[in-house]
């Protein structure tokens, strides 16, 4: 198995929005070597951050680490969702005997 592919995304404070979130969510849907995504201080809304979360990191159990803090749509209860996304993931890995 190939297991080359970008392990880490750091696009923090950029001021991308929602057009972005969509964007993401559609790749990370099928990565599956993403480890690490930093999308802080950006202008992503909690219909853009509920859309990542639903539909790429529930999916994706490669990503371990999440990042999306200081985005005026990042509440408390999104980042216990992301929170909630990432130890699952991690846990999976651990079972599998992934180094993360």
Known sequence: M???GLRELI???NKLGDSFAKSLTQALASDKFMKS???SGNKV????LRSLIKLALLEN???VAFD???NPGCSEKIERQLSLCMLKN???AKEKGVEI
């Open 2 to 4: 190939n297991s080359s």
């Open 11 to 13: 696009l923090r404070r």
């Open 37 to 39: 995504i930093d999308i």
């Open 45 to 48: 809304s909690k219909l853009g």
């Open 61 to 63: 159990g490669s990503i």
């Open 68 to 70: 999306a803090r200081l």
């Open 90 to 92: 991690i846990e999976k």
